[in-house]
């Protein structure tokens, strides 16, 4: 069997045997051919003794198995354009406990970089040599994955593809809850809270039962109520241990009012006992980052070990309760572990090329544009211009009603303008009615954004 340590030597030999090709294994070699993103075809001949191969191959490559006495290209051009088919990635082809380890690993190593100096230099804005470059780029994170949610989702034309998006990312914030990274667990549901989202009603009502709880449930960790006791009671628990990603608008906040909340001076003396409490919060914020160990291992190893329980959990979520258990061949066994192998790198290429709208405009348009406003509403003297200008074209109608009669319910909306010309009689009328509309505060109800 092939593993991470056979050397393309040992799959020249295991190739010809299975096979059954009657050549020497010396008449062969192991040749790696890729595609790059212009369509160009390269093609080398890898070392005997070369192993780890799964980790190695790109996303865009291929192996195969060259007669040493033949020179013709081993791929075409029709294989070679399905290769850079294969390398788009799109999220929903990538395990959500894959993505979650890796946003872990990327966090972390951003949130261990930070120096305890950094914290003082950007709590007293001091001025120094290094800055708190690796503190600012810690707190962009959750700004760039909370906007990475919305642009996945609003991306997507098909509503049903919107829904599994949702979903896709419900998952990696379980997973991310595993890993022990709050900080992408924040952002991930905050990116499924923004309004542009969060008004999708149409997509949300599409969202299984199962999930709507489970994102209810990730919720209410961050419950704001009593100054976040939740959050803060799982971070005391003893059997959280470290590598632990906390989230960093919390630790800001009480650092900030550690330092707003105390006077540095006293009677004209240095308050030392402010600079104390502000050394022991910095220090337990960086005991959160003392690990000894490889962190990618840590995290892998704490979403494998819950994997099994969240597989349960969502597996009855998505089959009802029923799952068939379907004994693999030794072929799919073999895809299986080379999908597998593949993932990190297909994650980590997929991280490292993501195109973010942080533009929240842009983001509304597309929110508009998939499920659109069907009503007016008269909310400031802005919507009543509006209105009125509207009324001016004739596009504003209204109950027929003699002039003196008094007005007390209304239900105008906005049509096509009229197709008879002479609209000047109702101008008065239409201003009248609109400014009463106004001064009552009537709204009509419409999917607010």
Not at 17 to 33: D, G, K
Not at 229 to 258: C, E, G, H, M, W
Not at 387 to 402: A, D, F, R, W, Y
Not at 408 to 430: D, E, I, M, Y
């Amino acid at each position: 069997m092939i593993n991470k340590d056979t050397t393309a030597k040992e799959v020249v030999i295991q190739a010809i045997r299975e096979f059954a090709l009657t050549a020497t294994p010396e008449q062969y070699s192991l040749c790696e051919v890729s595609v790059t993103p212009e369509g160009v075809i390269r093609q080398r001949r890898l070392p005997d003794q070369l192993s780890k191969l799964a980790d190695r191959i790109q996303l865009s490559g291929r192996y195969y198995l060259k007669n040493n006495m033949e020179t013709e290209i081993l791929c075409s051009d029709e294989d070679a354009q399905g290769l850079l088919r294969e390398s788009r990635i799109s999220l929903l082809q990538l395990s959500p406990v894959e993505v979650a380890t890796q946003l872990s690993v990327r966090n972390f190593e951003l949130f261990r970089s930070i120096e305890p100096t950094e914290y003082i230099d950007d709590l007293f804005k001091l001025k120094s040599e290094t800055s708190y470059v690796n503190l600012k780029k810690f707190e962009e994170v959750i700004n760039q994955e909370t906007f990475w949610v919305a642009s996945e989702i609003l991306r997507e034309t098909n509503q049903l593809k919107r829904m599994k998006i949702m979903k896709h990312f419900i998952k990696i914030a379980l997973h991310c809850r595993d890993c022990k990274n709050f900080n992408s667990m924040f952002a991930i549901i905050s990116g499924l809270n923004l309004a542009p989202v969060a008004r999708l009603r149409a997509t949300w009502k599409k969202l299984p039962n199962k999930y709507e709880k489970l994102f209810q449930d990730l919720q209410d960790l961050f419950d704001p109520s009593r100054n976040m006791a939740k959050y803060r009671n799982v971070l005391k628990s003893p059997n959280l241990q470290p590598p632990i990603i906390p989230l960093f608008p919390v630790i800001k906040k009480d650092l900030t009012f550690l330092h707003e909340g105390n006077h540095s001076k006293v009677d004209g003396l240095v308050n030392f006992e402010k600079l104390r409490m502000i050394a022991k919060e910095i220090r337990h914020v960086g005991q959160m980052a003392s690990v000894n160990v490889d962190p990618a291992l840590m995290f892998r190893t704490r979403s494998l070990r819950q994997g099994s329980a969240n597989a349960r959990v969502l597996a009855v979520a998505e089959t009802g309760g029923h799952r068939k258990w379907v004994r693999r061949s030794s072929f799919l066994r073999a895809k299986r572990l080379y999908e597998d192998a593949q993932m990190p790198q297909k994650v980590k290429q997929y991280l490292s090329n993501l195109e973010l709208e942080m533009d929240e405009k842009s983001l509304r348009t597309l929110s508009l544009q998939w499920e659109p406003a069907t009503n007016a509403c008269i909310n400031s003297p802005q919507d009543l211009k509006k209105i009125l200008s509207l009324s001016e074209e004739g596009s504003l109608e209204h109950p027929k009603k003699p002039a003196d009669d008094t007005i007390s319910k209304a239900s105008p909306q906005l049509s096509s303008p009229p197709t008879s010309p002479q609209s000047s009689p109702r101008k008065g009328r239409n201003k009248q009615l609109a400014l009463i509309l106004y001064q009552k505060s009537i709204h009509f109800s419409y999917n607010k954004f």
